[in-house]
T-cell receptor
Framework: QKEVEQDPGPLSVPEGAIVSLNCTYSNSAFQYFMWYRQYSRKGPELLMYTYSSGNKEDGRFTAQVDKSSKYISLFIRDSQPSDSATYLC??????????????FGKGTKLSVIP | EPEVTQTPSHQVTQMGQEVILRCVPISNHLYFYWYRQILGQKVEFLVSFYNNEISEKSEIFDDQFSVERPDGSNFTLKIRSTKLEDSAMYFC???????????FGQGTRLTVV
């Protein structure tokens, strides 16, 4: 079983739609959860960072963490063509060595059609 | 806004040559990382660096790889004898503390021919 599973898509939605992106994970040591946006051949850009279970909102973005189900989500409201990118989930937790390295999902490619 | 900067943006090298990829992490950050992403694949952890030493490394980070923080600002990744399969995007990242947000640079695209 892979540590982090993420549907690679591609996902295509009309402008203004609500987008739901999800990841599941198997390692209960993961405590910190991040969503990154990555444009083609560019570095991951941090969108959201959460620690505990629950919701966190930032503008049109809402991150949701359910540690009991080992499931995280990112919702994008009023999606725009500029949101077209690959969205990566990433997570970290103590591995004993204390490096808190990030483990990434494969990324979901999103296209928002005008 | 502070950012992680990487140079060069693209490097082409012949198989067997040594390459050094450079990164300037965010200035008050203490934890530094290298990740790589082979085209079409997921971002993979290579190595973490804290307090002037490697704190963790992956199976990918074999004897051909080394990291260094030669001064107070630069953080480098050296590949001693490049192989074709080293072709990838290499990302540097930094964190203020071990459990805070990780910020990534724009990456260096390494092409080994």
């Amino acid at each position: 079983q892979k540590e982090v599973e993420q549907d690679p898509g591609p996902l295509s939605v009309p402008e203004g739609a609500i987008v739901s992106l999800n990841c599941t994970y198997s390692n209960s040591a993961f405590q910190y959860f991040m969503w990154y946006r990555q444009y083609s051949r560019k570095g991951p850009e941090l969108l959201m960072y959460t620690y505990s279970s629950g919701n966190k909102e930032d503008g049109r973005f809402t991150a949701q963490v359910d540690k009991s189900s080992k499931y995280i989500s990112l919702f994008i409201r009023d999606s725009q063509p500029s949101d077209s990118a690959t969205y990566l989930c990433a997570m970290s937790g103590s591995r004993g060595a204390g490096s808190y390295q990030l483990t990434f999902g494969k990324g979901t490619k999103l296209s928002v059609i005008p | 806004e502070p950012e992680v900067t990487q140079t060069p943006s693209h490097q082409v090298t012949q198989m067997g040559q040594e390459v050094i990829l450079r990164c300037v992490p965010i200035s008050n950050h203490l934890y530094f990382y290298w990740y790589r992403q082979i085209l079409g694949q997921k971002v993979e952890f290579l190595v973490s660096f804290y307090n002037n030493e490697i704190s963790e490394k992956s199976e990918i980070f074999d004897d051909q790889f080394s990291v260094e923080r030669p001064d107070g600002s630069n953080f480098t990744l050296k590949i001693r004898s490049t192989k074709l399969e080293d072709s990838a995007m290499y990302f540097c990242a930094s964190r203020a503390r071990e459990n805070t947000e990780a910020f990534f640079g724009q990456g260096t695209r390494l092409t080994v021919v």
